[in-house]
């Protein structure tokens, strides 16, 4: 190929390169999504960027129109620069706006939660349940309130992520503390039982039903590479008071397994909080 073919090989190349540069910025500036929200928006200053976008648009078509694909790639450019500035500038207001509408719709899970949790309350009451487990779903529903104020405070004040952990936090509180009203967990014992077997089985059903708590309701805090780090500490440790108390058990010495199994639960609760969940004893 002589030097004047790769000129104009290179020339055409070029022009065609333009061409479909061109074709990306237009679409970009008139058709994205972005551009459709910059234009039905109300930042001005991101429709000043949008408008820049389109001039340097028209100057590169035209300079392409004229040959001059030197020219007509630096109109792109600054074309293009222009319209990146406008998607930055309403970047920041869109995901505003969508952590308030997440909060929003969490809070009314979170008051429809809190309705649902007075009913059973009510119904275990009629039922004749425990005292201290009513007492105890009593407690958290009052630190769920205070804590869905506190998150409306956050809120007004413009702290989202700071408003959305609390009453996230609030919600699966009362989750949790549902969970355990319908299991007929009474998180504080004050039963009496005829053989420290009979206890013992109670235990293990205590302990299984908060454990069972961290794989249901707080799966997703569980799953968090940092919070899951922190509070498997004290569920290894839980497991292995578990295994012991159940070595105490099948040595007849329900006794001592009872106390370690208490301690194991305890560890179990420990995670939960660690988790920044809300839980009574």
Sequence with gaps: MSQESRRIF????????????????????NESAAAKQ?????????????????TQLEAAKTAQAKGDA?????ALSEAKKAMFTAMRLIGGKVVKDKKRE??????????????AQQ????????????KAMLDAAEEV???ARKELAQAQQ???????????????????????????????????RSLHFETKEDEYKYELDRNDTHKMLINTVLKEKHEDPRLGKMMDIP???????????EEKAGQGDYEGAIKLLEQSTQQVIRAIRLGGIFIPG
């Design 38 to 54: 910059i234009k039905s928006g109300d930042n001005e200053e991101a429709k000043a960027m949008h408008a820049k976008a389109l």
């Design 119 to 130: 009913q059973v309350q009510k119904e275990k009451a009629e039922q004749g349940a425990d």
């Design 235 to 245: 569920l290894h440790k839980a497991d292995q008071l578990r295994q012991q108390a």
């Design 10 to 29: 290179a020339a055409q190349a070029a022009e065609q390169g333009v061409g479909q540069n061109i074709s990306f910025v237009e679409r970009l500036i």
């Design 70 to 74: 030197e020219a007509a790639a630096a």
């Design 154 to 188: 956050q809120f007004a004040a413009g702290a989202l992520d700071a408003a959305m952990k609390l009453v996230n936090d609030a919600y699966l509180s009362i989750k949790l503390s549902i969970t355990q009203m319908h299991n007929g967990d009474r998180l504080v």
């Design 141 to 143: 529903e009052r630190h």
């Design 102 to 115: 997440n909060y929003q719709h969490k809070r009314q899970s979170l008051e429809a939660l809190l309705e």
